[in-house]
């Protein structure tokens, strides 16, 4: 048997909270590569925030050694996925790394959107998946319906579907020899010429970047020259090796093997995800498949509260731009919220764990504006310009026509919702595509949506109108035209730049309304009478007043009295410092705020 | 102590007031936050005893001892509850035991309820000479709506019993702003009270303070106090009214013919040390204030055991000890020297508070005459604001 026989790489892709990290360490102790005390958490995610939110964010690989009792040694690669609807594109890149996939699911939940987009995604990339049902062993399990399900969407014979508890260990034992036998040995020529998969990458303070590849064809060895595709550096190869727990350096990599590559990269960015690895001095004749240039598809603006505390933000970006390549920001300047920056994401939670580990890891209070998503904008003269905030959008005059960015979105839940479902799909501007019965009691809706509709409180409004029973996953679906307009808000006649919005003119009317009436609410009253308008160009669509201040004054005031007021007065002072000025009128944080809580 | 000499009132040295709290309420009046108990009459006498107890202690405490006193407060409550016997007892100690400017003023607060000629003269024959009427409102459709247990006719006879006992510094309190209260309804009012020609009236905005029963009423939507609009219009309308009678505003809320000023409190607005006694009293020393526990029973206990009252204490450091003196100071008509006080202020507190003062003189709230500063007309409506700007710029 050749060398590539014994190996086996393979992912684990489930919905969140089907079992994916447990399942992860119970293979991990299960092969040796951890003792049980090391067990004890959850290996592979290893931020704090993953851990609280049940997600993975980062990508890693761990080599494992099994002996079978038959056939000898193997080594079985996980290679981990990154668990969120943003990461689509980096959990292509993993599967594509793998010859197989465990596909986990909850036997008291089934199937949900995300089992069945990363299976998609799975089948995509031909690998050999073997379901699982894990959970057996829950007081609500039901892994009859679980297989049922699963067996609705991979056919099959239902005897191939594993029942498990990793928790407890139940069947993970008979797992790894399943794996062995179905999911196929990897193939590649060690003597071709080189081509080495990035599927993700990570940042050392003392080495810098961290390629984590999977040598397709070829060897990678520690002094070769080699070339990334995208963008022809070249960088020598100071080590190469596998992964554990931590870096085991090796002398090479050879077709089929996983592993890891420092080469000097200083900058993350130049280590690709997607990207191919090849030896500059005998190129591979052209890249591997399925690489693409990682975009933007969320925007907001980051603001610190405190002024002072701009080089701070700067800094922390730096820092976790360090890691995190998908993460993108240039500074911004707001009449209303001073110095900060444009930040770009590749979705809607990606830009929550940004703004988390910026307010948790760096101690930075921040107002986020409104996100946006990047519109093309095709003008009068022919020109396209891409439109990442609504300072940035043309006159409208010189507009022919805007296009916005559509996703393809699977909803999976309980068929008593569907009525709640197609009603904000309609409020939303979702087109439905199909509908599917995995049961008689659960559905998958597809629908097309435009992005920007999808981006803020889409995810809390499905949660919540399903009793949480919904599951959502998307992809990138093209652009499409649409009617686009600027709303502004305005402060006794100041545009308050931070609370503009690019939004679709029959949203606009309810947005401007219900914003206008949020910002009477949270602006409190001063010593002139305020006009809230918002206005689309010139034309006014909505409009409040705050009504002058006409007194503030305490009527008793003796002894202890003057204390407590000024307790009180102390206590409100730290609110009242972080208010910001537009023109004569002081806005306070929570305006800024309460843009992001908008019903609509 | 060095610091205390810094005060606006002349510090260590310059005598101070002497307030008595007396806790006890026949009954409950629904916008009251102050601390009070209901009947509990067999505490009284013993709770008499404690606070000469505490006041001998506060005669030695060096904070205070040796200084004359130019005021006594009997405060509540409803001290007009207390015997007559146990008022002259209090006095008689309180002469004891510090030096007493010969014009003492000696306050009581009353309540018009069951008020009569013979306990206010006994009252005054104890030795007080400043009696204050609760009355609140001369109308029964707000005294109902305050709760009060006592009627407008109940006010006019306790007033004209004061005037009977030989009261010649009678001071009445009017609340407005009542639910139900207009502001041409309160004018008529005010009218009423100068044609009576008190030596003082206290005129205070109903505050809807947190926790109360009417606060409550008023979250729920069962009350509504007249439009803040209104509300200011009565709060400048008074001015007119009493002013054209010869009371004239002499503090935010406190008018009086002239030399009838209420000493004690004006010293107080001033930054003048202060002695608070009884259950929840606040006492002032320079930077220092401090607060008794409010519980009747503890606050006993404690002096019984010869424990220490202090329920809060706080050291103000000198921006906002300042800022807290130019507000007060600012609340009375004729302002302060702000730029003498400032003076022990060090830098960059100083230039703040100062910046802060030339702001409000720029928004129109402040005015100055010579080193005096003191509110607008219009200023005055804003008087927190401007308090606010001030401990803004403490820190």
Known sequence: MSRLEHIRNFCIIAHIDHGKSTLADRLLSLTGTLTDAEAQGQVLDDMDLEKERGITIKAHAVRMEYRSPQNGGYVLNLIDTPGHVDFAYEVSRSLAACEGALLIVDASQGVEAQTISNLHLALLNNLTIIPVVNKIDLPGADPDRAAAQIHDLLGGPAEDILRISAKTGLGVDLLIPEMIRRIPPPIGDPQAPLQALIFDSAFDQYRGAVAYVRVVQGTIRKGMTIRFFSNGRDYLV????????????????????????????????????????????????????????????????????????????????????????????????????????????????????????????FNLTLIATVPT?????????????????????????????IEEPMIHAEIVLPTEYIGNILKIAQERRGVQKKMEYLDPTRVVLEFRF??????????????????????FDYELDGYSPSEMVKLDILLNGERVDALS????????????????????????????????????????????????????????????????????????????????QVGTVRVPQEAFLSVLKIER | MSRAAQSANGGAHAPIGLYLHFPFCSARCHYCAFYFVVGRTELRAE????????????????????????????????????????????????????????????SLESNPDGVETTHLAALRSAGVNRLTIGWQSLRDAHLRA????????????????????????????????????????????????????????????????????????????????????????????????????????????????????CRHNLEGWRGGDLLGLGASGASHVGNARWTNIAEVDEYMRRIREGRDTVGEIERLDDATWAAEDLYLGLRTVQGIAAESRLQSVGEPARSRLVSSIERAIGQGFLDREHERVFFTRRGRLFADLVFEDLLTGTS
């Open chain 2, 47 to 106: 709770y008499v005893e404690r606070l000469v107890q505490e006041m001998r202690r506060g005669a030695r405490d060096p904070q205070y001892a040796g200084r004359a006193v130019h005021s006594i407060y009997f405060g509540g409550g409803t001290p007009s509850l207390l015997e007559p016997g146990q008022v002259r007892r209090v006095i008689e100690e309180a002469r004891m035991l510090f030096p007493a400017k010969a014009d003492l003023e000696i």
């Open chain 2, 146 to 261: 305050l709760t009060r247990t006592h009627s407008a006719a109940d006010n006019l006879r306790a007033y004209a019993c004061a005037r009977d006992a030989g009261f010649d510094n009678v001071a009445v309190d009017l609340i407005f702003g009542i639910p139900g209260q207009t502001a041409s309804g309160w004018l008529d009012e005010l009218r009423e009270v100068a044609a009576l020609a008190p030596q003082h009236v206290s005129a205070y905005e109903l505050t809807f303070e947190e926790g109360t029963k009417l606060t409550r009423r008023l979250q729920e939507g069962k009350v509504k106090p007249p439009d803040e609009g209104v509300r200011a219009e009565m709060f400048e309308a008074t001015d007119e009214i009493l002013g054209s009678a010869g009371i004239q505003r002499y503090e935010i809320s406190n008018f009086a013919r002239v030399g009838f000023e």
């Open chain 1, 450 to 471: 435009p992005l920007g509709e999808i981006i803020y409180d889409f995810y809390d409004k499905l949660k919540s109108v399903t009793k949480g029973y919904a599951s």
């Open chain 1, 501 to 580: 919005i690019i939004i679709h003119k029959d949203g606009a009317y309810e947005w401007g309304r219900h914003l206008a009436e949020k910002l009477k609410e949270v602006i409190p009253r001063q010593q002139f009478q305020i006009a809230i308008q918002a206005a689309i160009g010139s034309r006014v669509i909505a409009r409040e007043t705050i009504s002058a201040l006409r007194k503030n004054v305490t009527a008793k005031c003796y002894g202890g009295d003057i204390t407590r007021k000024r307790k009180l007065l102390e206590r409100q002072k730290e609110g009242k410092k972080r208010m910001k």
């Open chain 1, 238 to 361: 100071d080590e190469v090796g596998t992964l554990r727990l931590k870096m085991i350096p090796k002398s090479e990599l050879s077709a089929g093997e996983v592993g890891y590559v420092i080469a000097g990269v200083k900058n993350i960015a130049d280590t690709k995800v997607g990207d191919t690895i090849t030896d500059r001095d005998r190129p591979a004749p052209g890249a591997l498949p399925g690489y693409v240039e990682a975009k933007s598809m969320v925007f907001s603006g980051f603001f610190p509260i405190e002024t002072e505390e701009y080089e701070n933000l700067r800094d922390a970006l730096d820092r976790l731009k360090l890691n995190d390549s998908s993460l993108h920001y240039e500074p911004e300047t707001s009449t209303a919220l001073g110095f900060g920056f444009r930040c770009g994401f590749l979705g809607l939670l990606h830009r929550e764990i940004v703004q988390e580990r910026l307010e948790r890891e």
């Open chain 1, 373 to 401: 998503v990047p519109y093309h904008v095709y003008l009068l003269n022919g020109e396209m310009q891409v439109v990442e905030s609504p300072a940035m959008l043309p006159d409208p005059a010189e507009i022919e026509r």
